[in-house]
């Protein structure tokens, strides 16, 4: 459907116009001489014009870059700022913290944490909770308790999954339907088949033969597939994982840390899910860095009967930093006044006519696109129907055509997730915005095609 020359030259124009709008950018990009591939973490090298855009300012679904551009955020921190930049009430909470309370790192705990996790049990029904600095260490920290408990060695993790930076997680089929290291993997202490287990998403088979071994102490998932796109749960698929894990004696984690946006209790809320861990972070405290597992009530005895668990010192389940009164008092303004179940309702609402309306651009064009929207999440891949598992998302993949498409909108004022092509409402989103994406995605459809 795409001439690839066209698509090229189309490319290179967008990346010399980028380079014309952007010198300020382009002179910093440059100018980086003392940071490890020049960025402040080498994932913001993900960049379709050559270099990164330089921040500036933001505020609500707004950034400025130092060369005095404003874009709409759809990306939107990927996921990190779901409730916009600098929302007031955060942003409140955090002030009067730093200049009012002070004592950023006491190693104590305030009242707000209790209330923080009350709000978190309404959500996600886990009934004892425990606060990190990343969904990653959260992922990490739960690994630890579920081996604890089970005595066994092993995790099992869908292809492509996304849990932060986890060693287990990085693993894939293979082409023996066997699981492999991820491509690209970066010094794996040891080859991952050693610690994990792998099955496809939406493919209970697949799962059931990986846990007949009985070495598996959890399945770790998130319950739609969200960082290679939105690879959606077929009917049945989360409760016949549920099934499963309680036939082979696995407990069940879930990952909610991006699926989040599907409403006020996440998917495990709206879909009834019942997990024995339940991990979060990024969004839930508006930008300021925390994550949290909650653990069943049945599991949580588990755990604190254990007298030969070092839970208190070097156990290997907390930070020093973890559950301050920066990143508490962020978290519950953020739960409290901005991720409430009216703002997620207006958010979603959006999303849908995002979707709708690029959906129908698909269609319009007769191009072989598919869109997939998860609450106030939505994303497309370049092929259809919408692959259903990790692998086939992966390999529906166009890089070239999607760095032009990136690069085409962040020309015209318009972001979207580098890594993917998300894009993300928060409750400062308007129509207006979404409106603007879609027309000018058009042209570039346009473009393309004509």
């Known amino acids: 459907m795409i001439n690839r020359e066209k698509l090229s030259a189309l490319y290179a124009r967008e ?61 939107l921190g990927d996921t990190g700022a779901m409730a916009g930049h600098s929302a007031p009430a955060v942003v409140d909470a955090i002030t009067n913290q730093v200049k009012d309370k002070g004592g950023l790192t006491v190693m104590l705990p305030t009242e707000d944490a209790e209330w923080v996790a009350r709000n978190l049990t309404e959500r996600f029904g886990m009934t004892k909770w425990s606060f990190s600095l990343t969904a990653t260490d959260a992922n990490r920290w739960a690994i630890r308790l579920v081996r604890a408990i089970t005595g066994k060695p092993k995790i099992l993790f869908n292809a492509y999954c996304y849990h932060g930076s986890v060693d287990e997680a990085l693993i894939v089929v293979g082409p023996d339907g066997e699981g492999m290291s991820r491509p690209g993997n970066v010094g794996s202490p040891v080859d991952v088949t050693m610690t994990s287990r792998v099955a496809e998403f939406n493919d ?45 004696d696995a407990l069940l984690i879930i990952d909610e840390t991006h699926t989040f946006s599907a409403g006020y209790g996440g998917m495990t809320k709206r879909d009834g899910l019942q997990p024995d861990v339940f991990v979060i972070g990024k969004a839930i405290a508006g930008g300021i ?22 839970l208190v010192d070097m156990g290997g389940v907390g930070g020093t930093l973890a559950g301050n009164p920066l990143q508490v008092a962020a978290m519950r303004a953020t739960l409290e006044h901005v991720l409430t179940e009216d703002n997620f309702k207006y958010m979603i609402d959006l999303a849908t006519v995002f979707t709708d309306g690029v959906d129908e651009l698909f269609t319009r064009y007769n191009l072989p696109w598919s869109i997939n929207q998860l ?19 992966y390999e529906s993949a166009d890089a070239e055509l999607e760095d032009f498409l990136h690069l085409y909108l962040v020309n015209r004022g318009i972001l979207l997730t580098p890594f993917h092509n998300m894009a993300l409402m928060c409750p400062t989103t308007t129509l207006a915005d979404v409106e603007k994406h879609n027309a000018v995605f058009e042209d570039a459809i346009k473009e393309l095609v004509g």
């Open 289 to 310: 860095p925390t994550g949290t597992y909650g653990l069943s009530e049945t599991f949580a005895e588990k755990v604190l009967s254990r007298t030969d668990l070092d």
């Open 204 to 248: 209970l088979e697949g799962l059931e033969r990986q846990l007949k071994n009985g070495d598996v102490a959890a399945v770790l998932m998130e319950p739609a597939l969200t960082n290679i796109g939105i690879v959606l749960p077929e009917p049945g698929y989360l409760a016949g994982v549920r099934e499963l894990t309680r036939k082979y």
């Open 15 to 75: 990346q010399e116009t980028f380079a014309e709008r952007n010198p300020k950018s382009k002179a910093a990009y440059q100018n980086a001489n003392h940071l490890f591939g020049k960025v402040p973490m080498t994932w913001m090298n993900k960049k379709a014009g050559g270099f990164p855009i330089y921040f500036d300012r933001a505020v609500g679904n707004r950034i400025w870059d130092i060369d005095g551009h404003e874009y709409i955020d759809f990306a």
């Open 375 to 393: 609450g106030a999440r939505a994303e497309y891949r370049f092929a259809k129907p919408y692959p259903k598992n990790g692998t086939d998302a």
